[in-house]
């Protein structure tokens, strides 16, 4: 079993849906919490980081950690056609990240 | 800010030869990573240097792996007797030293063939 579970989709909404994105972990050490943006063929894009539970928000972004129950999640407010990514969770107990595969979204115009 | 810089973008080799990437962190940032992304997954952590001292290895790094990173600044990954199974896009990332040192950019990686 993988340390971080994240349902690779692919996940299609429509222009200005609210897209939901979430990841599981099974390791209790972790306490640093990231969302990704990649494009194909392009590098990681880091869009939230996160240290402690609750909600986190910037702009159209929201994260949410809940250790308790070790889950994260990332909610996309008024998706755009732009916002067609994979995003990929990521956390850390100390500075090595482990990631999940990634969920892939395409918001239709 | 320039960002994290990486070169080659593609590399095409044959099995059985030797390549070589580099890495430029952004500039005030002393610590590096190297990972690996295979297609359909999330990246995996491969190595980490703090200024020039090279502090853990994954056991995904064989033998035929090794990086360096002289002067504390770029970083080199060279990847010997190459094989089907190193074709992979490696990606390197750099964080700041103190504050949110674990936010760790990104550059573009290098997309590695081997045929």
Redesign the interface.
């Known amino acids: 079993q993988k340390e ?1 579970e ?1 349902d ?1 989709g692919p996940l299609s909404v429509p222009e200005g849906a609210i897209v939901s994105l979430n990841c599981t972990y099974s390791n209790s050490a972790f306490q ?1 919490f ?1 969302w ?1 943006r990649q494009y194909s ?6 869009l939230m ?1 996160t240290y402690s539970s609750g909600n986190k928000e910037d702009g159209r972004f929201t994260a949410q950690v809940d250790k308790s129950s070790k889950y994260i999640s990332l909610f996309i407010r008024d998706s755009q056609p732009s916002d067609s990514a994979t995003y ?1 969770c ?1 956390m ?1 107990a100390d ?8 969920t892939t979204v395409t918001v239709r115009a | 800010d320039t960002g994290v810089s990486q070169n080659p973008r593609h590399k095409i080799t044959k099995r059985g030869q030797n390549v070589t990437f580099r890495c430029d962190p952004i500039s005030e940032h002393n610590r590096l990573y190297w990972y690996r992304q295979t297609l359909g997954q999330g990246p995996e952590f491969l190595t980490y240097f703090q200024n020039e001292a090279q502090l853990e290895k994954s056991r995904l790094l064989s033998d035929r792996f090794s990086a360096e990173r002289p002067k504390g600044s770029f970083s080199t990954l060279e990847i010997q007797r190459t094989e089907q199974g190193d074709s992979a896009m490696y990606l390197c990332a750099s964080s700041r030293r103190g504050g949110a040192k674990l936010e760790q950019f990104f550059g573009p990686g290098t997309r590695l063939t081997v045929l």
């Open positions: 971080v994240q690779p640093y990231m990704y063929r392009k590098g990681p894009e880091l980081y990929l990521a850390s500075y090595k990240l482990s990631f999940g595969a990634g």
